[in-house]
């Protein structure tokens, strides 16, 4: 079986792709994901916070002591006593790149437009194949309007896209007024494929501190169902890849991923639970599938079951809102929801 696909431009040996996760800070753990069978890895993030604060900490030393005395404005510390950036980071990436043969993709997270972005010059010299976007941005602002909002992104993208050559992939969030409209306004401005959809993690209250706590929730199988929906909507529309992430926890969910478009599929909570040679255990069962129905390689699935050939998905998903409605069945629990 040919297991092939193109993602970001980038030729994969898999559809299977570790998205970005605490699992990707070892190098031991990304050469254990090569040899299970991973077509490419996607760095654990690097945060805009990180290097802002990494900045700040910079300017601090470089300035500090200048106001006590005329002489100290003529003096400055040693520039190497000081990291510019998350110099741990470019190292991770570059001893990936010596370790495996596997492409390596950074994670870049971030919510707005200033120099962090400019880190991604340092990310594509040390090496990686691509980089990912994770924009993770919950405007809280009453004041802040949608137009500003999605300004936004295309900015962070644009900056960017003028700083690298690597592929650029963008990780959005479900939360648009038109999310295809978004998609498409981000394929135009240079995006080489979208990941669908980031999570966004509600913190909860702890009743006995009174505290605000983060809390965790690792995805189960029914998340899948926004991205697949979406993948099957766009499939054909957008020039960059497709990415589906969240809620792919089995072959089946693979499959079905590939069937409505996606280039990828990205593991992340499956693998945390599982370990990551639980990615033998999809590639193994997809290949039995794709025998079983007599498909020779993913590129045959790919957007077998998309939308593109329907005339109006909107009148499509109203159909399938009704349907899903009309055939419920209150003894069972189940409503049948084809996509």
Not at 120 to 126: H, P, R, S, V
Not at 243 to 260: C, E, F, Q, R, Y
Not at 297 to 305: D, E, T, W, Y
């Amino acid at each position: 079986m040919n297991l092939t696909t193109t993602y970001l431009g980038l030729e994969l040996k898999s559809p299977l792709v570790p998205s970005a996760s605490p699992l990707s800070e070892d190098i031991d753990n990304i050469k254990l994901m090569e040899d299970a069978g991973a077509g490419a890895v996607v760095m654990h993030s690097l945060f805009e916070e990180q290097l802002i604060l990494e900045k700040y900490e910079l300017h601090h030393h470089l300035t500090y002591g200048t106001e006590s005395f005329p002489e100290a404005l003529t003096y400055f510390p040693d520039i190497t006593n000081f990291r510019v950036g998350p110099e741990e980071y470019l190292d991770h990436i570059r001893k990936a790149k010596e370790t495996v043969n596997i492409p390596i993709i950074a994670s870049l997270n971030g919510c707005s437009v200033g120099g962090w972005t400019e880190y991604a010059t340092l990310i594509q010299e040390a090496g990686a194949s691509a980089l990912e976007l994770n924009i993770y941005y919950v405007p809280t602002n009453p004041d802040l309007t949608s137009t500003e909002i999605e300004q936004n992104y295309i900015d962070i993208l644009t900056s960017v896209k003028a700083a690298v050559t690597i592929p650029v992939a963008v990780k959005l969030s479900p939360y648009f007024t038109n999310t295809a409209n978004m998609a498409k306004r981000l394929d135009q401005c240079g995006a080489d494929g979208l990941v669908l959809f980031n999570r966004f993690y509600q913190p909860d209250i702890n009743v006995e501190t009174l505290e605000v706590e983060p809390y965790v929730l690792l995805s189960t199988p029914q998340a899948m169902r926004l991205p697949l929906r979406w993948i099957a909507i766009l499939y054909g529309h957008i020039q960059g890849s497709l990415a589906a992430t969240s809620g792919i926890h089995n072959a089946h969910d693979v499959i079905k991923m590939l069937m409505v478009g996606a280039n990828v599929t990205m593991l992340c909570s499956v693998l945390l639970r599982e370990g990551i040679t639980h990615i033998q255990c999809l590639e193994k069962d997809l290949r039995e599938w794709m025998e079983i129905h007599e498909y020779d390689s993913v590129r045959q699935i790919q957007g077998s079951m998309s939308q593109l050939n329907c005339p109006n998905p909107s009148a499509f998903e109203r159909a399938q809102y009704m349907r899903a409605l009309q055939t419920y069945n209150p003894n069972s629990g189940r409503v049948y929801t084809p996509f």
